[in-house]
């Protein structure tokens, strides 16, 4: 009998939910990385909806991002100000959360980006590399353009590209993109290399089951699995890097509310009022810290041998406890022989 979509929800979540228990950091990281989203969701719908359905935009965050207020300088946190406000009277909670959505959109647009390009090339270079064929030649050219972009410092050739396309998001995006996906296919060609000696791939080429099938069913299946967690720890990576090309000025334009331009912009008061930029440097390093402790807990809820482990565990208490726990029986006086 088929089981009902309810019920399998609810054995997923409870599977879910017994991985997670002996991780509690891998839970954090889930919590932090759903109310980041979540947040980030709201921020950018609430004012588009209310504004189609009743013509007034209703924000999410306290204030006008850009709303300068001279009289108000330099606030300290308060019921009115949560975060204080900068040197022109903005408020600093409204611009952090405003920039939230444009940064995890940067993040995850060029680790995505790279993701999907580092996995074609990865998966050409990697399945069809025989030699003296067109796939090992063309699997040649794909590493060797690769060694060539990773040879540079990925800030500096993001840089150089950027200054070259001009300043601005979007230019900055492809230039940082531009230099992303080389991780990816490294990664990809690796997996499909220690993938393709295995004993169902080598059995499925002596049964004759064509190359498509079994890139789809054996390699593409077995490869997700740890793209998607670098995947998930890169954003974090690539929010920082773009974050530090805009810090330079080369990325977001000033007026837009983004974190690295924050920085920027508040750097000259870290002396005097240094609440400015560590509120805009704790919103970064909490967004790394979600996605880095999610990734790395993804590792070992996508592993099935990792997953059954960790399940059993919690399902079955270990006997090896209750014997180092029981106390040693009694012991006669020597000699005695009890």
């Known amino acids: 009998m088929a089981r009902s979509i309810p019920t399998r929800l609810r054995e997923s979540l409870g599977l879910f939910v017994r991985v997670l228990r002996p991780n509690p950091l891998t839970f954090v990281g889930f919590i932090l990385v759903v109310l980041i989203v979540v947040t980030a969701v709201l921020v950018v719908a609430v004012p588009a909806v209310t504004l189609a359905l009743t013509g007034h935009a209703l924000l999410v965050v306290p204030y006008p991002p850009n709303a300068v207020n001279p009289t108000d300088t330099f606030a300290r946190p308060s019921p009115s100000h949560l975060l204080g406000t900068d040197d022109v009277g903005r408020d600093l909670l409204s611009r952090i959360l405003t920039a939230l959505p444009l940064d995890l959109f940067i993040g995850v647009a060029i680790a995505g980006f790279g993701f999907l390009v580092g996995l074609a090339l990865g998966l050409t270079a990697g399945f ?104 998930t720890m890169d954003i974090g990576t690539v929010i920082v890097t773009y974050s530090t090309i805009s810090y330079i000025g080369i990325g977001v334009p000033s007026g837009v509310p983004e974190w690295g331009n924050m920085v920027s912009q508040y750097e000259s008061f870290l002396l005097t009022n240094p609440l400015l930029i560590g ?59 009890e």
């Open 279 to 337: 509120f805009v440097a704790l919103a970064i390093f909490v967004t790394v810290l979600a996605f880095s402790l999610l990734g790395d807990g993804l590792r070992d809820v996508l592993d099935p041998r990792s997953r059954r482990a960790m399940t059993t565990a919690v399902a079955t208490p270990t006997t090896s406890s209750a014997v180092l726990t029981e106390p040693p029986p009694e012991l006669g006086p020597a000699g005695s022989g």
């Open 128 to 231: 069809w590399d025989t030699p003296r064929t067109a796939g090992g030649a063309l699997s040649v050219v794909i590493m060797r353009t690769t060694d060539v972009f990773l040879s540079f410092p990925t800030i500096v050739l993001a840089l150089a590209i950027a200054n070259s396309l001009g300043r601005g998001t979007l230019p900055s995006m492809i230039a940082v993109m531009a230099s992303w996906w080389p991780f990816y296919v490294r990664l990809t060609r690796g997996e499909v290399l220690v993938i393709k000696q295995q004993p169902y791939v080598v059995a499925a080429r002596a049964a004759g089951v064509p190359d498509g099938r079994i890139l789809v069913r054996h390699v593409l299946r077995n490869l997700l699995e740890p793209l998607v967690v670098y995947f």
